[in-house]
């Protein structure tokens, strides 16, 4: 037992100040993503729109979220990532707030397209500020504790807007307002003077001395990067299904009712909460980047193929177990590789164009599979999947070698 406790200090020994606060934001911010796991249900019981409808609006969430990946890391560069993490928080919220009155289906989707758009701005500035403020040797374990954050908040989310739609839906648009003016607030306060990781600051003029006569990769011009970037979108097309298809499967093939599915689905993020951290902490001095991001690619796809087989409740826990873990060993790495890949004034570049590639996925995944599911059936759908995943740690493991990140995780500083 006192291994176990020591092993859960050690995995959080070293975080800077910098990245516990970042993480509160994060959580705050996220606590408040209550909106779109209930704007399908918003949409059908309110204001009676037809699945088309509710489908295309949806669609505009995607595409919005694509525009503010893009937009995000284009201004970060530019202005710097406190001021578009701030603006980003501080517009989100009369936006939150006049949502209600938009119940049309022209008015609602442009509306989410706007909102999403603004919303997203934040991610890129956020993951550069990550970088910023976390020491270079704990990195990833930076980025896996403001996943953390994000994972808690999502699962406090759904349940709180759960409570406040048994008084109104209005409520869940004001819940996301006021969780945003709280995290703007505690932002400000906390990172308004502050400076990035002395460490930091001092690698990155010794790494622009060394390279100043070598100009920046533009990263969308950056042939490996863009690579890498297509293989993340491939990878979030096949994850996604957890939070698209996944739920109906449940429902369909298991007759699984609400409280079941929300269940499983919170399983995830608890797995996450609880597990990621430890084990970023016990691989990242004995793997490769490359060779974390093949076996975890693997996992993801391992996952996929056993919902083929039907074993019960316990077999689709183990399912989630094996998906979670998959996700925990790919994702916080993939915002280092892409960290690391950029120079010293384009971050918000790269960063942006990484979360592009997923914001990507939001718009074709859930098309995709729930067309593969009524028309071929699930188990079609779980081989696709599993497949596609199981291709993708091969392409993985093939690119990053490529871009030089053949060395131990915790060397990327």
């Known amino acids: 037992m006192k291994a176990l406790v020591r092993l859960y200090i050690n995995s959080y020994k070293g975080l800077s100040p910098a990245a516990w606060l970042l993480a509160l934001v994060m959580l705050i911010n996220r606590t408040g ?16 729109f037809s699945k088309t409808q509710i489908g295309l609006v949806l669609g505009c969430f995607g595409l919005g979220s694509v525009a503010g990946s893009w937009l995000g890391g284009w201004l970060t560069d530019r202005f710097g990532n406190f001021k578009v993490q701030s603006w980003s928080l501080v517009l989100v919220i009369p936006l939150f707030l006049i949502l209600p009155l938009f119940r049309s289906f022209e008015g609602l989707a442009g509306m989410i397209f706007i909102l999403t758009l603004v919303a997203d701005t934040f991610r890129p500035a956020n993951s550069v500020s990550v970088a910023r403020y976390a020491k270079p040797e704990n990195i990833t374990r930076a980025y896996s504790l403001n996943r953390m954050a994000v994972n808690l908040g ?26 945003a003016s709280i995290a703007v607030v505690v932002f400000i306060y906390f990172f308004r003077n502050k400076k990035g990781n002395s460490q930091y600051t001092h690698q990155e003029t010794k790494k622009s001395s060394e390279q100043q006569t070598i100009p920046e990769r533009n990263a969308y011009r950056d042939g490996l990067f863009i690579g890498f970037n297509f293989f993340c979108f ?17 429902r369909d093939v298991h007759q699984l009712d609400s409280s079941q599915i929300g269940l499983l689905l919170g399983f995830s993020g608890f797995v996450i909460v609880l597990f990621e951290m430890v084990l970023i902490h016990l691989i990242e001095n004995r793997m490769t980047v490359r060779q974390i991001m093949l076996m975890g690619t693997a996992i993801a796809a391992a996952s ?13 826990f183990l399912a989630m177990l094996v998906l979670s873990t998959g996700e925990m060993l790919t994702l916080p790495f993939t915002a280092t590789i892409s960290i690391q890949r950029a120079g010293k004034n384009n971050q918000g570049a790269y960063m942006g164009f990484n979360s592009l590639a997923f914001a990507a996925a939001n718009i074709f995944s859930p098309y995709l599979g729930t067309y593969i599911a009524e028309h071929f059936g699930y188990n079609v759908l779980w081989t696709t999947t599993g497949t596609v995943l199981l291709v993708v740690s091969i392409a993985f493991y093939w690119i990053i070698s490529k871009m030089n990140f053949v060395h131990k995780a915790h060397e990327l500083g």
Do not use: C, H, K, R
């Not at 993503?33 to 009676?48: A, D, K, N, R, T």
């Open 33 to 48: 993503s209550m909106v779109i796991p209930f704007l399908g249900i918003y949409m059908s019981s309110e204001l009676g």
């Open 154 to 179: 999502f699962s406090i989310g759904p349940a709180l807007g759960g409570f406040l739609a048994t008084f109104s839906y209005n409520w869940i648009f004001y819940g996301n307002a006021i969780a």
């Open 234 to 250: 491939l990878f979030s097309m096949a994850f996604f299904q957890l939070i698209t298809t996944l739920p109906l499967f449940y």
């Open 304 to 316: 996929y193929y056993m919902l083929n087989f039907d074993f019960g409740m316990i077999w689709l």
